[in-house]
């Protein structure tokens, strides 16, 4: 079943519009016809279960068969500080961040960041980037689309981090797994983890000093990992572990 987005003013009682770019996917590249179900959701968590009533040139007119069915969240919102790493390795982590359910991903510029952007680069990234977590949402079926921010100092990006309940650092240097598995057992509970990731420089030592004053610094194995492997590890580690908990605390 395919997934598209639309706006609360394109929701009605009983009736959804589809308009824009996604009347041609759905009308001449997936061919759809009247009758087929499709997924709608309105970025902000709300999801239908519609069947198409009636295509157009202009808009595909859907009928909302089921309201607020079950999403596809996890449990926290996870917060992804992703040092920006250099060729298209961000785009990379966008794309399997979001398809790992995270919440929000903020660029951060960090001392031993290779690629260096200026005001308008940065601001032509974002757009970009932006879009990338879009069509990964449509991809996963997400209930929202990430919202990807503008490129952050670290210092911004450390102070903005602080109002998530808990705030975790893999760190190359960081030895043994202890730490970790209790980091894990105590995110019971919590409803917003921040996740720091270092460039492929990794943090400078004032960096890190700093981050452990209000983070749990924990380790991700014996090995180094590149940049783009720790995010993605990461994540994948926090969704496997939010959504088991979240399925046995449930039964």
């Not at 997400?142 to 893999?170: E, T, W």
């Not at 572990?241 to 046995?248: I, R």
Request: negative net charge; aromatic residues 6%; glycine residues 6%.
């Amino acid at each position: 079943m395919y997934q598209f987005f639309v706006e609360d003013n394109q929701i009605g009682e009983d009736t959804i519009r589809v308009i824009g770019s996604d009347v041609n996917h759905m009308k001449n590249v997936l061919r759809m016809k009247p009758g087929e179900r499709v997924r709608i959701s309105n970025q902000i968590g709300r999801d239908f279960l519609c069947s198409i009533e009636a295509l157009s040139e202009q808009e595909v007119l859907l009928h909302i068969e089921q309201k607020d069915i079950p999403g596809t969240e996890l449990p926290a919102k996870i917060y992804l500080f992703q040092g920006i790493p250099k060729g298209e390795r961000m785009e990379t982590v966008i794309e399997k961040a979001v398809e790992l359910g995270v919440y929000e991903i903020i660029p951060v510029a960090m001392k031993y960041c290779v690629v260096k952007l200026d005001e308008k680069k940065a601001e032509k990234k974002v757009a970009r980037w932006q879009e990338i977590a879009r069509s990964a949402a449509k991809q996963s079926k997400r209930s929202i689309i990430p919202r990807i921010h503008p490129l952050m100092s670290f210092q911004d990006a450390a102070a903005y981090a602080m109002r998530c309940d808990c705030r975790l650092v893999p760190y190359e240097n960081e030895e043994g797994m202890a730490a970790t598995a209790r980091a894990f057992e105590h995110l019971k509970g919590v409803e917003s983890i921040s996740v720091f990731i270092g460039p492929e420089g990794g943090f400078a030592g004032e960096e890190i000093e700093s981050l452990r004053a209000d983070s749990q610094v924990i380790s991700l194995g014996k090995r180094i990992l590149r940049t783009d492997t720790a995010s993605i590890t990461m994540l994948s580690m926090l969704m496997m572990h939010l959504e088991m908990s979240h399925s046995m605390e449930s039964r």
